[in-house]
């Protein structure tokens, strides 16, 4: 039987600024009829390119270099057009800005439908409206005058679904479908994309970089790195017995339930900076923060002139917890939750509504967030934020970067000494010398996030909080930076805030997790109960949603 | 029901830029250096007569009741006497207006009926010949001021080509003016069907229209290609393709309306300009608009014709920007949703 799609030793070059890059190296897999094939690797493998390719989507400063791709047994680069939509169709990530902006949803559908012939003018809505109730759209009827942003990420993509479907195409291409979803919503889609395309028999090229997201879903996968695919196997054999070394170092640096820190490298950890920092003795109470009552209300939008104002939208909810020195505390939640504006209430970023944090035996709510720079707190408690490029000033060099705190924080004046500090941090992180005189966009993501580590402990603060350092990284870089944080915090004695949707990576860094729910702390427990043994039914749903991959759990197919 | 209340939402908001134009002109007229009632006494005048013109004109009031009488006589439709002609400022300004009007509405439609197929062309095929021209143009258009092209025009097709008509007003004398139904010569003559008058009228506009939209032509050509360009390569567009959707529906539906916003944020401020850019145009062409109206008053220090036509013009940025605001909410789902 003639595979569906077949791509056979596929190159792909990229006209640049400095000549040719070659962005695909002899790329071969192939697809078959209602397979479900993921195609994994890290960012630059070239997995998008190879699908753009596919559909013919290719941006304009790419070309074909050699080999060729077959849909059904025919050449298919270059004749893609009447095949679009009809036969092979694709879903993109960040589904919000994938769907046209200033058009209902039902009229992209019913757009979708009328080129393929499928409607005309006069059954067009009710065969749209059919096709959101398919994918399982509450009140399709009223939904199909929708503009996009006013429906949820996790509702875009349903309807990014069902006009990759409305056509019944053969073959659908899912580009990191879910990435930016909640995990609750992830599991949702998906799963409500495998019945949709199973019960029509289709084909799926699921690409991600999520290797349990590939285990649950996919029955191939296919490994790519550097623009080349260094393994292809069945699902229960690459995850049992995966061959290339790339392969393996991906599997291991995924973190899983029950994943140890140090296994994410396999057991290779980052040699330690030379410089140890002797940790300093701090006397103060061992209980460093206390949060109590904590409530941050934002106002509605009003309705009329005179009209009565709506009641504000409460996202902290009334929240108490501690944090003991040296203790490191995950707070874990969906978008929404409260997680964040919590976090930037403690790190004094914003103002609260009511409450009181009291760190280290001063109540620091009772100074507005404005005046909080010029306290000497400001030092005791830092910061590291989600987006390492988008916050870092694209004009500073990362000896700047680090040295800010310093000079601003700290008082720091003399150059001699600036420049001989910032190079201790820099090491301290592992972050080479010579990196320093660079400027973010000629720095990775991981070198990126470890400058933002440096700014942060520059000032050599009690409390450390983090807000998603490393979601925005591949697997292999979040290892790494994971074990870097452990170090750092057993080293200079630090307590964290860690602010996290992933269970699994809050598992490893925290001691207690809190889950938090619209606002309101549903359960309190060690990292590892709570993800074990969870007690409240948000957790147990959050908790059951993770994609895993471990060979005794995969299915049997 | 809701896009309703939002439109009158924006109109209202129009309120209070009217009210800052109307109390900066009174205070503008105001400040500028010269007795108004010397000047109506005449040079001969003696203090007595002075005094008594002062308080005709009610001058000898503080400044807050004067500008009390001054609304007053706007909401009764007063726009004070010009100096040099004696007669309303209103009557001269109206009759003036839609000439001025007709010449600009039919420079900013020639230059969009070329810009913006012209960028959108240019930004579905950058790099190619259409790319090039589009630049070329608009360097041209930003760089020729239109007082030049306007002299550089009249001396091509009129004194050494001899194709175009003496540039000297709205129609030539051979013929009569239509009756005035709109004030546009144009439409007026269309509608009494004196097609001999239309086409006199179309020809005495060609130049100064042509040097109208050479002018506006270079931002809006700009920025439709920069609009399709980040249209074209935006997310719902690929959307659209992977889809199935042709070319043509990309294009136009899809790429062409998200870029028809910032396209048309861009036509009101052109507008703007072209009335500005009236003033020495209609001078070049003799052209009995409101432009050339304001230069000779500016010239005889007519302050109520001046004070008059600043009014005018402002008046009319607002109820331009106004309407491309109501357009942009009728297009643009979001507007208004934000924060």
Redesign the interface.
Known sequence: MTPLLKVENLSIAFRTRNGEVTALHDVSFEVGAGEVVGVVGESGSGKSVSAYTT?G?LDQAGRVAGGSVSYDGKPLLGQQ??????EI??I?Q?PR???????TVGQ?LS??LK??ALAGRTDAKSKAIDLLRQVQINDPEERYNA?P?ELSGGMCQRV?IA??L??SPRLLIADEPTTGLDVTTQKTTMDLMRELTRARGMSVVLITHDLGMAAEYCDRIVVMEKGRVVESAPVRQLFTAPRHPYTQKLIAASPGPDSRLEDLTRGQLEAPAKITPTPQNRPGPDRLLEVVNLVKEFPRRGTGFFGRKPAPFRAVDGISFELRRGESLGLVGESGCGKSTTSSIIARLQDATSGSVIFDGHDILHHPAQRFAKMPQRGQVQMVFQDSHDSLDPRWSAADVIAQPLRRIMGMKDAGELSRRTAMLAEMVGLPGELLSRYPHQLSGGQKARVNIARAIATDPLLLILDEPTSALDVSVQAVVLQLLDRLRRELGMSYIFVSHDLNVVRLLCERTIVMNRGKIVEEGSAEQVLHAPRDPYTQKLVAAIPHFEPEKLRVS | MEKLSRIFGRIVQAVPPVFGVILITFLLTRALPGDPAVFFAGLMADEDTIAQIRAELGLDHSLPVQFLYYLRDLLHGDLGNSLSTGRPVLTELMSRLPASLELTLAGLLLSMAIAIPLGVLAATRPGSWVDHLCRVLVTAGVSLPTFFTGLFLIYIFYYLLGWAPSPLGRLDFLYLSPPQVTGFYSIDAALAGDWEVFWASLRQMILPAITLSLFALAPIARMTRAAMLAALSGEYVRTARANGLGGARVIWVYAFRNAALPVLTTLGMVFSFLLGANVLVEKVFSWPGIGSYAIGALVASDYAAVQGFVLCMALLFVVVNLFIDVVLTLIDPRIGLES
């Open positions: 559909i989507l057009r009447p095949l679009r939509g009809r169709s694709m993109f960040n800005a994938a769907l046209n902006p200033i058009m992209q757009d979708v080129r393929h503009y942003f990014m006009l990759a409305a056509c």
